[in-house]
């Protein structure tokens, strides 16, 4: 069984530009969540997607965005980078969703912005 | 106050001795908790869940649950060098709406 997979590894973009991160969960999956990690805040949720409709999101300003697509693929996009949105971005895949039982994570994306 | 809440640490333990992890939450409705592991460079890794109080052994962990007092911690028997990671721990958080939210981490060191 395949896990989570994320795309791209690793990101190297410019302040001002925009980027578009994508996740495919383990197959029967209906739930996707995002995450930021740095190592000065730790793991800080983004947001979570279930069956194509945002179910939370976290504290973050709305350059975060992201959404889920029928076949539970999500993409998260961050526009008008800032220096300060350089981190790991990981995905998370469940069943049911809300972390009720766990999340798996996928080997996250680095982001890098110079 | 942190909605979880992790001594950053580092701990240091020997070899063959046990490892004890601490974490307080901040949400009293939490039901669901979980220990995650993460070495360098890589994504966490579910290691333990527990739901209710008392303990719950697998293997060479143990996690406890105390909802009285808001506290979970692991344990780690016999630890190995190939335990040296940072481990997670993460509560689902029911204020507002449910979300499942990770404390800081405590880098673990064992010593051979």
């Known amino acids: 069984k395949a896990g989570v997979t994320q795309t791209p590894r690793y990101l190297i973009k410019t302040r001002g530009q925009q980027v578009t991160l994508s996740c495919s969960p383990i197959s029967g999956h209906r739930s996707v969540s995002w995450y930021q990690q740095t190592p000065g805040q730790g793991l800080q949720f983004l947001f979570e997607y279930f069956s194509e409709t945002q179910r939370n999101k976290g504290n973050f300003p709305g350059r975060f965005s992201g959404r889920q697509f029928s076949n539970s693929r999500s993409e998260m996009n961050v526009s008008t980078l800032e220096l300060g949105d350089s981190a790991l971005y990981l995905c998370?895949?469940?069943?049911?969703?809300?972390?009720?039982?766990?999340?798996?994570f996928g080997s996250g994306t680095r982001l890098t912005v110079v | 106050q942190k909605e979880v809440e992790q001594n950053s640490g580092p701990l240091s333990v020997p070899e063959g001795a046990i490892a004890s992890l601490n974490c307080t939450y901040s949400?009293?409705?939490?039901?669901?908790f979980f220990w995650y592991r993460q070495y360098s460079g890589k994504s966490p890794e579910l290691i333990m869940s527990?739901?209710?109080?008392g303990d719950k052994e697998d293997g060479r962990f143990t996690a406890q649950l105390n909802k009285a007092s808001q506290y979970v911690s692991l344990l780690i028997r016999d630890s190995q060098p190939s335990d040296s990671a940072t481990y997670l721990c993460a509560a689902v958080i029911i204020q507002g709406a449910q979300k499942l939210v990770f404390g800081q981490g405590t880098r673990l060191t064992i010593n051979p």
């Open positions: 949400d009293r409705g939490s039901q669901s």
């Open positions: 527990i739901y209710s109080n």
């Open positions: 998370a895949s469940s069943f049911q969703g809300q972390g009720t039982y766990g999340y798996t």
